[in-house]
């Protein structure tokens, strides 16, 4: 079945700078591709969700970028600033119209002042 | 605003008793999901639903069923509590397409001692 593999576990970035996040994936076939952000004691909130056939989409200071190629999706915060210091997760949908989310292990970022 | 409310948000237990988590949504979607949530595994997926009366065993069922009485409501339930059962539960509800997009409550923490 699909993996995914989420890197790094924990990143720490100063304010301003950017922080980029990791995912690969293994099924080819995958259909839907998201981003969640989990701050401190609260749910998961969605940040972003592409399709396949999007290669980039940018919103609000972030962008995600998949690269079906290589099986890479990545979340870039540019500018970051400390009230994104949370986990992020990354989230596939093996299949068009499947029921299924598969998580990423997270990421813990901590933006320093 | 759409919700998804879970209860209790604290419970220990002891082991070998019953613990029930609920989970109401307002999102009015026919797929709702248990994850459980511990340190080094991301999410994981314990069941899901797909509308009233059904009831899917996710990748780790074990230990652990689940009742889903009308589109609103879907409970959790572990007959046997176990200390390895301590952990953050999460429910989520979404739509059927599974467009990645899903809505999460602020969990639920158990503690089996």
């Known amino acids: 079945g699909e993996q995914v593999e989420q890197r790094p576990p924990h990143l720490s970035v100063r304010e301003g700078d950017s922080a980029i996040i990791i995912c690969t994936y293994t099924d080819s076939a995958t259909a839907y591709f998201s981003w969640y952000k989990q701050e401190a004691g609260a749910g998961l909130q969605l940040l972003m969700s592409?399709?396949?056939?999007?290669d980039r989409k940018e919103e609000q200071g972030l962008t995600v970028l998949l690269n079906k190629k290589d099986k890479r999706l990545s979340l870039n915060l540019t500018a970051a600033h400390p009230g994104d210091s949370a986990v992020y997760f990354c989230?596939?949908?093996?299949?068009?119209?499947?029921?299924?989310?598969?998580f990423g292990s997270g990421t813990q970022l901590t933006v320093m002042p | 605003e759409a919700a998804v409310t879970q209860s209790p948000r604290n419970k220990v237990a002891v082991t070998g008793g019953k613990v029930t988590l609920s989970c109401n949504q307002t999102n009015n979607h026919n797929n709702m999901y248990w994850y459980r949530q511990d340190t080094g595994h991301g999410l994981r997926l314990i069941h899901y639903s797909y509308g009233a009366g059904s009831t899917e065993k996710g990748d780790i069922p074990d230990g652990y069923k689940a009742s889903r009485p009308s589109q609103e409501n879907f409970s959790l339930i572990l007959e046997l509590a176990t200390p390895s059962q301590t952990s953050v539960y999460f429910c989520?509800?979404?739509?059927?397409?599974?467009?990645?997009?899903?809505?999460f409550g602020e969990g639920s923490k158990l503690t089996v001692l």
């Open positions: 989230a596939v949908s093996p299949s068009s119209g499947s029921w299924q989310l598969i």
């Open positions: 989520a509800s979404g739509d059927a397409q599974a467009t990645g997009q899903l809505y």
């Open positions: 592409v399709l396949s056939n999007v």
